[in-house]
């Protein structure tokens, strides 16, 4: 279906995806990791703060200016640019990835929120037990 440089840029789309997603992941087992030594409350405030921020920029910046910002920083010189009547583009139109940047916007601030709840539930537990151990003789 797709011609060789739709193929070759369905290929970087995959590695992009991928190494977000490790990158995601490393970025949470760091924090679920460091959660004693770090203040629960700030990084709770700074992880909102941060939200706040960039729900403003993608407010602020239109989706198409975000959309070429993004593939000229990922993909390789022009690989990204196809015609208007390729199969790519009539399969994936804009509103596709409109809705999926939404979606990943919301699903990182949901995993945000969890793990916000998950390290103050942890944090209370950890001092909750701290207390009790040091009430026995």
Known sequence: ???????????DVKR???????????ILLFFASIHAFIDVR???LQGIIATIVLAIIITI???D????LFHRAFFPTDSWLFP????????YPAEFF??????????????????SIGLTILKHMR???SIFNHNKP
Do not use: C, K
Not at 16 to 26: M, Q, V
Not at 65 to 68: H, P, S
Not at 104 to 113: M, P, R, S, T
């Open 1 to 11: 279906f797709l011609n060789e440089p739709e193929s070759n840029h369905m290929i």
């Open 16 to 26: 992009i995806i991928h190494a977000s997603i490790a990158t995601y992941l490393a």
């Open 42 to 44: 700030s990084a709770i």
């Open 61 to 63: 910046v239109p989706f």
């Open 65 to 68: 200016i975000a959309f070429t």
């Open 84 to 91: 208007a009547n390729s199969i790519l583009i009539q399969s």
């Open 98 to 115: 409109q809705a999926f940047a939404i979606a990943i916007l919301l699903d990182a601030i949901l995993v945000g929120f969890f793990l």
């Open 127 to 129: 001092m909750r037990n």
